[in-house]
């Protein structure tokens, strides 16, 4: 029973070309974000959504999307794929409260390959 | 400006022996919480502990034990007793107030490499 839930694991594509990768967790959180790990291993935040509503977008060009049909989904879709864009991105939950761990739970990461 | 800072790009420990990877951290927010990953090359993201700034003692978790030095800001990793299968990337980060949406900034990482 995987908690946090990533599809495809790897993709390769053309540029220029459109494409999603969806993002589920079971584990009933609040909170759930995109990362985006780079070559050199940094992670950054790209988003971070609670109950479906967007809460941080860093400095992520518009043509990275996310949407959120429901808590327990964050989909991330890309529009017009560039060569700087490949890299490995991961989803994350967290439960949202006021006190306590604030752990948040990874997926597996999609390897994302921009040719 | 960068948050939190690993100034470890590279570790080398020599089996069953402990291992301390550095970690510095920049806020002004009174409430956070550090965290440390390990990512082993297979890629996945693993919560090893976790220390919130109001925490009076250090955490620990099995082996892994985190050296919170408040007024220094640092929350550094200490790996006792370490094994080969702790050879992986080491990520420190935190997380700050609800404003931030509690997302984790995180350092630029540090390898390690367990020797036999």
């Known amino acids: 029973d995987t908690a946090v839930s990533q599809t495809p694991k790897y993709l390769v594509t053309q540029m220029g070309n459109d494409k999603s990768i969806k993002c589920e967790q079971n584990l009933g959180h609040d909170t759930m974000y995109w990362y985006k790990q780079d070559s050199k291993k940094f992670l950054k935040i790209m988003f971070s959504?609670?109950?479906?509503?967007?809460?941080i977008n860093e400095t992520v060009p518009n043509r990275f999307s996310p949407k959120s049909p429901d808590k327990a989904h964050l989909n991330l879709h890309i529009n017009s794929l560039e060569l700087g864009d490949s890299a490995v991105y991961f989803c994350?939950?967290?439960?949202?409260?006021?006190?306590?761990?604030?752990?948040?739970?990874f997926g597996p990461g999609t390897r994302l390959t921009v040719l | 400006a960068q948050k939190i800072t690993q100034t470890q790009p590279g570790m080398f420990v020599q089996e069953k022996e402990a291992v301390t990877l550095d970690c510095t951290y920049d806020t002004s927010d009174p409430s956070y919480g550090l965290f440390w990953y390990k990512q082993p090359s297979s890629g996945e993201m693993i919560f090893l502990i976790y220390q919130g700034s109001y925490d009076q003692q250090n955490a620990t978790e099995g082996r892994y034990s985190l050296n919170f030095q408040k007024a220094r800001k640092s929350a550094n990793l200490v790996i006792s007793a370490s094994q080969l299968g702790d050879s992986a990337m080491y990520f420190c980060a935190m997380r700050e107030g609800p404003n931030s949406g509690y997302a984790l900034n995180f350092g630029k990482g540090t390898s390690l490499l367990v020797t036999p």
């Open positions: 994350a939950s967290s439960q949202d409260r006021l006190a306590g761990i604030h752990e948040q739970f």
């Open positions: 959504y609670n109950n479906k509503e967007l809460i």
